[in-house]
């Protein structure tokens, strides 16, 4: 016998959180999903647990030139690629003009790149001996440096311009999916009130979609805050170069341990005071989905806005795929001895199976918080997201620590009762470098599959709850449908960065598996980048079909008409 | 009844997925979990494996490790990485797959015996062919391959002379025509931590002010990127591990490097001193190895008069073992009468030279 609606909602309103041996299991499957993601966090804390004199030395020494440094990349980096990236959301969502169903995809394009490939293609063009200052000098005359000033590429603002142009699809695209899902109600109400579009956007749009675009700042920042690669050849000292330098020149596993901590509670910070600034606020829309034409441009200002747009791409993928293309051509038989077929399929197989898992970690985790607000869950899932923001080598370091430490115990417990040793299950085989790679990008997915959660109305789930559904099939029903696009962005994003992943590879893979990433880079190490642009290649191409794919996936409407029917 | 088939559905979907993804896992690791060998080996070679951790890239190291594996059956496994292998093998303890570790320098040798990860060797062999200051002296690791860090000028902007020693590198006369990589790379902390055990921490923090003051430019690149800097004016000369010479000099893809190359001169600074500064690429024995037989067999064999002409050619290196003369190219260059000091000496002095590059603040 059913009890009538009304008791029924009363019922599911004052019901504790928890009741219902799914939310338990929900809960159960949150907290045990960032215990593994944490665990080589973990293992850091206890490396850096022992002695070390580093901190004090640098202090002494480089460390407010490290810290300036970061500081001022991070700014830099910030502020470049939310104008980048949200310019070009709004100009693709809210206008039409010739091209710009290509800019829709193309724009996230630049992801597909590995930034240190990016780096090395900018110093090559722009350096002193590069072909432009080459030509500028034939052509003015100019004998040596000190005739001209060229800016110098090798600097801060050099290191700021490669990263923003690699980086920014992160903001683009979880700031266009929010755009597309803003409410036009929102937009019109502006315009009554004497908004012209621009304010508007800065007014009303803007600060809307704000938790989508401080999650794409987020990631890029971390990013910023984790390389090492770009960096150090650019020859900007960050607090990152750094520990690096500490671990490997002065071998002092723990100092470089306790540094990366630094950096970790420095990261803490920033995004604590990110949400508590938002935390008031609610981002969620209520009306009628906006109109899916944007407004038509015409003559002077339609070609403006696809030259806004074919900015980045052109720099952040046309220009470094073109000079890849050319390297290759001349040097693909050397690329091809190593086995290039063999490293795609690996990198494929990787990088799917660290998608789907972490996507899949990540529904968790955000539905738990959802469901189970207790502070446990949520701090299980902050902690969770964590592995972005360290160094992947120095992850990588903590889970072979992690994992060979429970691998002894296993041997140790086989050699007494089975009388033999199998060997290194976790940390020599594929499982270790799927879980380093999962633990460092749950915070990818998790950072889209949040704010696309945050955009759903806890009407819908009270409307949904009263209508009799339990909580996890709200979830089921009513949320995972809605957050297909989020789903769809944080598989592609995860599989894009793991395909280009490398200082975790290099260092967790099993023995006769390398992926196109490991072989490029053992090229490009030592400087022979030519060499490295064919396997390069074959990286930006295993990212540039899911991304096109995804960016199309988010332009149905299935995500939007599902609230037109309320 | 609707009640109890939900939760069913739901409850079986999680139990489907908690037991699919650990097989799926399982499946892909396919790759076969590397095996801990059991303690009794075969003696004969064909069938055994040795294993090897590399520091350094492998196409630099397969020639060699395949001519071992002909002239003994041995075969040889290799995994390679620039960063962490210390630690791999410090966390894998005995369960390590590891029989030998090949570095390219002297500073991760003396780490990893620092770190309690490496055994002595016994071997006659080893002891004959590689000189005493370029292996430990308890035996635990040796080196395979020798490179001199030399000067190199453009050979028309500097007059003969001017530079003779690395000390003439931080004097008023070079002011703005020194390029050098970055500070705090091993190459350079070995060259530093030798002045340092030469001369004495004042000294060599006077000596790295003066570097600084005569930079033509922030420490960055590579040291084949200094020669190229040289080449195309932006300074004068530079500090370069002699092998990047022989790799300029016979690049056929990139001809510009031979233009590079060929608008160099050699000095093989402290020649009439104390000796121009070498540093190794060199080899030990795990101490958990499983074979660690079969990894002295692979030591001695790098030490071989066959395997040293190869592998020192293959880089363009000097030899270790005396008798075996360098290829004809790194003879061209000129003779390298070198710093005897042990290397050991040296590396005891890494971490100071590092810390004195933070403070004179070289790369910034």
Known sequence: MTASPATEAMAAASAPAGRGGGLRLLRIGALVAAGLVVLPLLAVVVMAASFSDALPHLWRTVMPQLALNTLLLMAGVGISVIMLGCGAAWLVVRYRFPGHGIMQWALALPLAVPGYLVAFIYTDLLEYAGPVQKALRELFGWQGPRDYYFPEIRSLPGAVMVLSLTLYPYVYLLARVAFMAQSASLLEAARLLGRKPWPAFFAVALPVAWPAVAAGTALALMEVLNDFGVVDFFAVPTFTAGIFDVWLNMNDA??????????????????????????????????????????????????????????????????????????????????????????????????????????????????????????????????????????????????????????????????????????????????????????????????????????????????????????????????????????????????????????MTLLLRPFGFSTLATQTYQFASDEMFEEAALGALFIVMAGIIPLILLVRAMNAPSSQSETARF | MRLVRRVAGRRALLAGLAVVFPVGMAMLAGVMPVQAQPAQQPTAGAGQVVTVYSYRQPFLIRPVLEAFTRRTGIKVRTAFARKGLLERLRAEGENTPADVVITADFARLWALKKAGLLRPVESEVLRKAVPAHLRDEEGQWFGLTKRARIIVAHKDRVKDGEIARYADLAAPHMKGRVCIRSGKHPYNVALFASMIAHDGRDATRDFLKGLKANLARKPQGNDRAQARAIHEGVCDVA??????????????????????????????????????????????????????????????????????????????????????????????????????????????????????????????
């Open chain 1, 254 to 503: 723990a100092g470089a341990a306790q540094l990366a901590l630094v950096l970790l509670v420095f990261t803490l910070l920033l995004i604590l005071l990110e949400r508590m600034a938002r935390r008031r606020r609610r981002f969620d829309t209520a009306g009628p989905r906006a109109a899916g034409r944007g407004w038509r441009l015409r003559g002077w200002k339609a070609a403006l806005a696809l030259a806004a747009c074919l900015l980045p791409v052109v720099l952040g993928f046309v220009l470094p795929v073109a000079v890849l293309l050319m390297h290759a051509a001349r040097f693909w038989q050397e690329s091809l001895q190593q086995g290039l077929m063999e490293q795609l399929f690996n990198t494929l197989l990787l990088a799917s199976v660290v998608s789907l898992t972490a996507a899949l970690l990540a529904l968790v985790l955000a539905f738990a918080a959802r469901l189970d607000g207790s502070a446990t869950v949520r701090g299980a899932v902050r902690l969770a997201g964590i592995g972005y923001a360290m160094p992947g080598a120095m992850l990588a370091v903590g889970l072979l620590m992690a994992l060979a430490w429970a691998d002894g115990l296993i041997n140790d417990a086989a050699r007494a009762w089975l009388g033999m040793a199998p060997g290194l299950l976790l940390s020599g085989t594929m499982f270790a470098l799927a879980h380093g790679h999962v633990s460092r990008f749950l915070a990818l997915a998790l950072g889209s599959i949040e704010s696309g959660l945050a955009r759903i109305s806890p009407s819908m789930e009270a409307a949904a709850r009263t209508l009799g559904a339990r909580p996890a099939e709200v979830l089921r029903r009513v949320h995972l449908p809605m957050l297909r696009g989020s789903v769809l962005t944080a598989l592609l994003i995860v599989f894009v960065d793991s395909v280009k992943e490398l200082p």
């Open chain 2, 239 to 364: 500090l370069l591990n002699s092998y990047y010479l022989g790799k300029m000099a016979t690049n056929e893809k990139k001809p510009e490097q031979k233009e590079w190359y060929g608008s160099l001169k050699v000095i093989f600074p402290e020649a009439q001193g104390r000796g121009t500064h070498v540093n190794i690429s060199g080899g030990a024995v795990v101490k958990h190895a499983k074979n660690p037989q079969a990894g002295q067999k692979l030591l001695e064999f790098m030490v071989s008069e066959e395997a040293q002409r190869m592998y020192a050619a293959l880089n363009h290196e000097y030899p270790v073992r005396p008798g075996v003369q360098p290829s004809e190219l790194v003879r061209s260059w000129g003779e390298l009468r070198e710093d005897r000091l042990p290397l050991t000496e040296i590396a005891r002095r890494s971490r100071e030279a590092a810390r004195l590059v933070d403070e004179v603040g070289l790369d910034h």
